[in-house]
């Protein structure tokens, strides 16, 4: 059997911080190699700072720790790439592009780059929104992840590549903060309610978004990554579910361990990205593809980012 060493590019970010530690499970902590702009304080096995919009540092550092597998999650988010398009454009294609290439040349035998529901804008139907349904994002993010998806299926397609994707919902989890994001309330309401702090919500209180319990998320994408390759029909991004509510929703759940909590609505531009994008996601493809089943609800998860953030802010 070939041994796998894998890179993880974005490493320090919400999703690869949790993604880190299962990686080393599955392929032992020297063989997985976190990147990222800066080396955090406590990097736990090997970490090499990488630009990854760089082609040549991205070529050197596959080849000296002989890569196998790379986890591409480096990307501008859709609030924050509004604040400049161009530049957000040029960093997420720029950064594509030299994996894909990278990947290509050195021959590597799996890659992972993560889409978003930020594809779906106006004309794709906002309630159970199908796999295939008409791509015509609100945000420079969703343009950069529409165009990531061909770009990923034109790989497959054309030299083989096996790189496969899935459409994230927004991603709640404790371990760490999302940072530029549409869903991103839905972590931070959690942080304040926990302080007893009142909580100021950019989104209206009636906006129902898709979202994801992080446990889940990794779990979809260690499944996806461990499929058979014949099972995988999607070669440009699989639509995944986990759950969907509105803020007055995740407010009520949290209220039951937390009823002090106070939310004032605020909903600034980015409800007008959520607005652009689906409520609710029909993930039946990779059910049917490679087995793929949420295991948290709205009220699983809320009790357990109560229980985990209670450990994260109790008094020293
Ligand atoms: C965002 O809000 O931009 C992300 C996403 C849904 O991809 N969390």
Excluded at 59 to 64: A, I, P
Excluded at 79 to 101: F, H, T
Excluded at 165 to 171: F, K, Q
Excluded at 253 to 263: K, N
Aim: aromatic share 10%.
């Amino acid at each position: 059997m070939q041994r796998d060493t894998v890179l993880i590019i974005g490493a320090n970010g919400q999703i690869g911080t949790a993604l880190l530690p299962l990686l080393q499970d599955q392929f032992g902590t020297d063989n997985v190699i976190a990147s990222d702009l800066q080396k955090p304080d406590h990097a736990t096995g090997p970490f090499e700072v990488l630009d990854a919009t760089n082609p040549d540092a991205l070529t050197d550092l596959v080849r000296r720790h002989k890569v196998t597998q790379i986890y591409h999650l480096a990307a501008v988010l859709s609030a924050k790439g509004e604040s400049d398009p161009l530049w957000a454009w040029d960093l997420n294609m720029k950064a594509l592009l030299n994996v894909l290439e990278v990947s290509r040349l050195q021959q590597l035998r799996k890659v992972f780059v993560p889409s978003s529901i930020a594809v779906f804008g106006d004309d794709a139907l906002r309630n159970n929104t199908p796999q295939n349904s008409v791509l015509k994002p609100s945000t420079v993010y969703g343009i950069s992840k529409v165009a990531a998806e061909n770009w990923l299926a034109y790989y497959h397609k054309r030299y083989g590549l096996d790189v496969r994707s899935l459409r994230y919902p927004g991603v709640i989890s404790y371990q760490s903060m999302p940072g530029g994001g549409t869903t991103d309330y839905a972590v931070a309401i959690f942080h304040e309610a926990i302080q007893g702090h009142a909580f100021d919500c950019f989104l209206a209180e009636d906006t129902r978004l898709p979202m994801i319990y992080m446990d889940d998320a990794l779990r979809a994408t260690m499944e996806l990554m461990n499929a058979p390759e014949d099972s995988i029909s999607v070669r440009t991004s699989y639509n995944l579910a986990g759950m969907s509510f509105t803020p007055a929703e995740l407010t009520a759940a949290i209220q039951r361990y937390l009823p002090e909590l106070t939310v004032n609505y605020k909903p600034d531009f980015r409800q007008a990205i959520a607005e652009s994008w689906p409520m609710s996601i029909d993930d039946s493809v990779a059910r049917r593809d490679w087995g793929w089943q949420p295991g948290f609800d709205l009220s699983r998860m809320t009790e357990e980012m109560i229980n985990q953030l209670s450990v994260v802010y109790q008094p020293a």
